[in-house]
């Protein structure tokens, strides 16, 4: 029988505000010690009360303004209930009844090369838990990252396989990294994922049993459980056994997912409107101003480069890949004679020296992008050569400047003069006469060296290409007067 | 000074601390007297703050020498066990909070504190606000300063005795429906209810987020007027707290009611009252309408459905507002507990008492899947009917007169084994909290065994200045405020 997989995902993204959803305390990341960051309010005391941080609540709207989603005039906060020793308050104030976004969809691209979309069902806003540390038999919770906001993204279950659900994610991710509205670094736990996936025969059009894996925190990690999970309910259906709707864990180093607790066991979270809360209200002014706002979709903005810049597909995707290196990159190829060049510098040194660096840094380099399109022109031009523009892209990172100042100050220009270079061809060939005279009879290779001898005299700053248009040209006619 | 200050008002108090009839220290060293000399019998208060409260009252003595004002500047103040004030404990009549001390102030207590008032200590209360009598606390109850055989009404029970008791110049209670106002009336004190975000609700503990508004206890309706000029006011730090503009609220302008239209509720008065109580209301009723007042009748159709309406919310929010106790961070912890599930359960099973137990199961049921339309979803939509009933009724009135209280002051432990029959006592006051309007007791009389019956107004919302002049005017014309209970108290050392 032929199997059919339905796999929808719940994708917790954490946001780049500067403080918590409901209290004052300053996001910090994993570095920040234990309970530094913390207040009665999102340590659940007694009489603390949350405020609705605003900030949050505009880049969830501007997520589902980017996805096509419809934004709530009104929508409002529910308390979700359960116990759990890294819930300060054993409930978790979140979006239930009434979340600020609803609809919209994801375009992916498949490694097949079409296009599906994946419709959302909704995007909330909901605060995270803390973290639980267990030190041997002790345990300790870390409360620095309770109240941090989340915006939760809900897809449909439109997605067909494993390959899909991952190439979701990392269109999802682009996006988001456009948006610039969650630093997206999956080591720090910023997307966290958790999986509703069933199986049915192919010629059926109802779902199958529903079965839900918690917690993921890697994409790779999504696509391995699915993997797993969907051949794991295919043998039992083929088995012919029933599935029971459950909530599953994957453990990766096993490679297999465990069940955590079936449906009679499930949560109750008795949802209720929050009422420490106002409801949220975005006026048609704000959501309009917000839509406007909006920077271009990561798609749009590749083929934009590939048509304006007339950028190869593959250099257009990687520098639409990250909102912050796309900006910076047309900031530099802007006006510049040939946008090519500074493409060229993108893609092997600079890429190459900031591979460790997170996207925020790309702002605040001191290699200005005005100062990328100078020494792109220079080293395309051959006024300097390409270990001098190295050299120079090194002086740029240390304390920013002008490449051109850089170059006259330290001398580093090329030689490009027809009568000096043309005088060192002639002491090359003076210095190195056996082996012009193997190029006058036919050995090519012989040229490569005496190039390499006038860029070693001097000291690297011979335009090769002048140099070797001289030496051919002597070597050339004293081989025809000789003839 | 110990018998003078018994009798004192908190302006008085502070006319007399302008005026150096007195200072700081010696008001405060005169009311520990007070309160070593009564509380053993009433022990209104769970908690005294007696070196640091002296420390504070030498430094306001030295700051009024130096010529800094400061509206309430060295004057104490009795805080319900329900607020937060930095550096004291804060249990909520629970053992639950056993050990645990406020990190920080209520923002109402900010507020007085920035006018210079002194926390004395902390009164005894229902745990978690959730109670009558004030009979449900850890620490054991508190007794009716009239007479020790009866509650003094909760569950603010502590606040109001130590203020009938002249234990205390004042004191802050907090009402969710009724807990400030019902044992106002049961100890002749003068009881406060703001309108719902009048009040920031930062730093009150939580028993019903909707519902629960601070209130005072005060010996008349000029010190209610004072204590919310002080704490009034929006708070960043609450979101339901309202948007309004600071009103300096008086109860000393006004002799008369001329002018004012004062509404009974009909529905009030069909029974379920003690006669006692009536005949009371009946004669205040009369006073307000040789004021000047005019008297009309009005209705409000839902008001049977109060009582039920208001114990489904107000269970339903205290349910989640309570799950926060679970001896992970702060509090009351079960020794040796296994595993963390464990570890919940013992710590609430130990640390919550039985009427705190019925609340939260009672709400949990009622927000459950499934029931949660039937039972939830229901109550609000009758407390939008019942909130309908008084905007219709303050279209031809300017206020509400009603009894606070069906019965006075009942004898202890009456109503412990009945819970129905406790929460039936809260028909009078339940309404304003489920609409969110602002309601004034002022003690109008005794019943023939000495007890204080106490005459409700209910304003429309934000309406405390016509709370205050009704009060106000009603006060000048009546002394019933300005009696204290005999001292020894009946049923006292027998």
């Known amino acids: ?312 597909e593959y250099d257009a995707r990687v520098l639409t890949a990250d909102r912050a290196i796309a900006d910076y990159f047309e900031e530099a190829a802007r006006g510049a004679s040939n946008p090519k060049w500074v493409a060229n510098w993108m893609m092997t040194e600079m890429l190459r020296r900031m591979a460790d660096a997170p996207s925020e840094a790309w702002a605040r380099l001191p290699v200005r992008p005005a100062a990328l399109r100078e020494l792109a022109e220079l080293a395309g031009r051959g006024v300097i050569n390409s270990p001098t523009a190295k050299a120079v892209l090194d002086v740029l990172f240390e304390r920013g400047g002008d490449p051109v100042a850089i170059v006259q100050e330290r001398g580093w220009g090329q030689i490009s003069d027809a009568a000096a270079v043309g005088g060192l061809a002639d002491r090359v060939i003076r210095e190195h006469e056996r082996v012009a005279a193997d190029f006058r009879n036919g050995k090519a290779a012989a040229l490569q060296f005496l190039i390499g001898q006038g860029m070693r005299l001097s000291r690297g700053k011979a335009n090769p290409a002048l140099l070797r248009d001289e030496l051919i040209r002597r070597l050339g006619s004293r081989s025809e007067s000789a003839g | 000074m110990r018998n003078e200050v018994t009798h004192w008002t908190l302006a008085e108090t502070c006319r007399h601390l302008e005026a150096g009839d007195c200072c700081s220290v010696e008001l405060v060293e005169a009311l520990l007297a007070v309160i070593a000399e009564r509380d053993p019998l009433i022990h209104s208060y769970i908690y005294l703050n007696a070196e640091e409260a002296l420390d504070a009252a030498r430094e306001a003595d030295a700051s009024r020498a130096a010529g800094k004002g400061g509206r309430l500047l060295g004057v104490p103040i009795a805080v319900k066990d329900v607020l937060n004030v930095r550096g004291q404990p804060c249990r909520c009549g629970s053992r639950i909070l056993k050990g645990y001390t406020a990190p920080y102030d209520a923002t109402v207590i900010a507020r007085l504190r920035a006018e210079g008032a002194i926390f004395l200590g902390r009164t005894n209360m229902d745990e978690f606000a959730m109670g009558s009598t004030t009979e449900n606390s850890a620490e054991g109850p508190t007794r009716n300063p009239w007479n020790l055989e009866r509650v003094p009404g909760g569950s603010s029970g502590g606040s109001a005795a130590a203020v009938a008791a002249g234990e205390a110049l004042a004191a802050l209670g907090s009402d969710t429906g009724g807990s400030v106002r019902q044992p106002a009336a049961f100890c002749g004190c003068t009881g406060l209810k703001p309108t719902y975000g009048l009040l920031s609700r930062y730093g009150l503990v939580a028993y019903a987020s909707s519902l629960d508004q601070v209130g005072t206890l005060t010996k008349d309706v000029e010190d209610a007027a004072l204590l919310l000029s002080v704490m009034a006011g929006r708070d960043p730090h609450d979101s339901t707290s309202l948007d309004t503009p600071s009103v300096h609220y008086s109860a000393v302008e006004g002799f008369d009611l001329r002018g004012l239209r004062l509404g009974l509720p009909k529905e009030y008065f069909e029974g379920g009252m003690e006669w006692e109580v009536e005949r009371t209301i009946q004669a205040a009723i009369a006073v307000c309408r040789e004021l000047g007042a005019e008297i009309r009748e009005v209705s409000l159709p839902h008001t049977a459905l109060a009582i039920p309406t208001y114990y489904l919310i107000a269970c339903a929010e205290a349910s989640t507002n309570l799950a926060r106790y679970d001896g992970v961070r702060y509090g009351y912890r079960t020794p040796d507990a296994a595993d963390v599930e464990t570890l919940h359960s013992r710590t609430r099973a130990e640390g919550f008492g039985r009427e705190v137990k019925r609340r939260i199961i009672l709400g949990t049921y009622a927000l459950s899947r499934g029931y949660y339309e039937e039972y939830y979803g229901r109550a609000q939509r009758v407390r939008t009917l019942i909130r309908r009933d008084f905007e219709e009724a303050f279209r031809n009135c300017d206020a509400l007169l009603t009894p606070t209280t069906p019965t006075a002051a009942y004898p202890l432990g009456e109503r412990v084994e009945d819970p129905l029959r406790m929460y039936l006592g809260d028909v009078y006051t339940v309404p304003a909290n489920l609409a969110g309007l602002c309601g004034l007791t002022v003690p109008c009389g005794f019943t023939k065994e000495l007890l204080p019956v106490g005459l409700q107004m209910l304003g429309p919302a934000l309406g405390e200045s016509v709370l205050f002049r009704v009060g106000g005017a009603f006060q000048k014309a009546t002394a019933w405020h300005r009696q204290r209970p005999p001292f020894p108290v009946a049923g006292s050392a027998r």
């Open chain 1, 1 to 312: 029988m032929k199997w059919k997989a339905s796999i929808g995902l719940e994708v917790h993204v954490q946001l780049a505000t500067q403080t918590k959803l409901f209290c004052g305390c300053r996001t910090t990341d994993s570095n920040a010690p234990p309970n530094s960051s913390v207040c009665p309010v999102c340590l659940g005391y007694p009489g603390a009360l949350p405020v609705l941080n605003r900030e949050a609540v505009r880049l969830t709207v501007r997520t589902g303004l980017m996805l096509g989603c419809a934004i709530r005039a009104t929508s409002w906060f529910d308390r979700k209930s359960y116990f759990y020793p890294d819930m300060p308050k054993n409930y978790q104030i979140s979006q239930y009844a009434a979340p600020l976004c609803e609809g919209g969809a994801v375009e992916v691209e498949g490694e097949d090369g079409i296009r599906r979309t994946v419709r959302l069902r909704r995007i909330h806003l909901e605060e995270d838990v803390a973290k639980s540390l267990h030190i041997g038999r002790r345990s300790g919770v870390d409360f620095n990252r309770a109240g941090v906001p989340l915006m939760e993204i809900v897809t449909e279950p439109d997605m067909g396989s494993p390959d899909e659900a991952f190439a979701f994610l990392l269109a999802l991710k682009r996006i988001l990294l456009c948006l610039a509205v969650s630093p997206c670094n999956l080591e720090e736990g910023n997307l966290r994922c958790d999986i509703n996936c069933s199986v049915r025969p192919a010629d059926r059009s109802e779902l199958g049993t529903k079965v839900e894996i918690k917690n993921l925190n890697t994409f790779k990690g999504v696509r391995d459980a699915l993997r797993h999970e969907l051949e794991r309910q295919q043998a039992a259906l083929e088995a012919g056994e029933l599935l029971e709707q459950e909530t599953r864990r994957w453990d990766a180093d096993a490679g297999a997912t465990f069940s955590m607790r079936t449906k009679e066991q499930a949560h109750d979270y008795r949802y209720f409107p929050e009422p420490d809360l106002m409801p949220v209200r975005i006026s048609v002014e704000e959501r309009e101003s917000w839509r406007a706002a909006l920077p271009e979709m990561p798609a749009r903005r590749c083929e934009r480069f590939m048509q304006e810049y007339g950028l190869p």
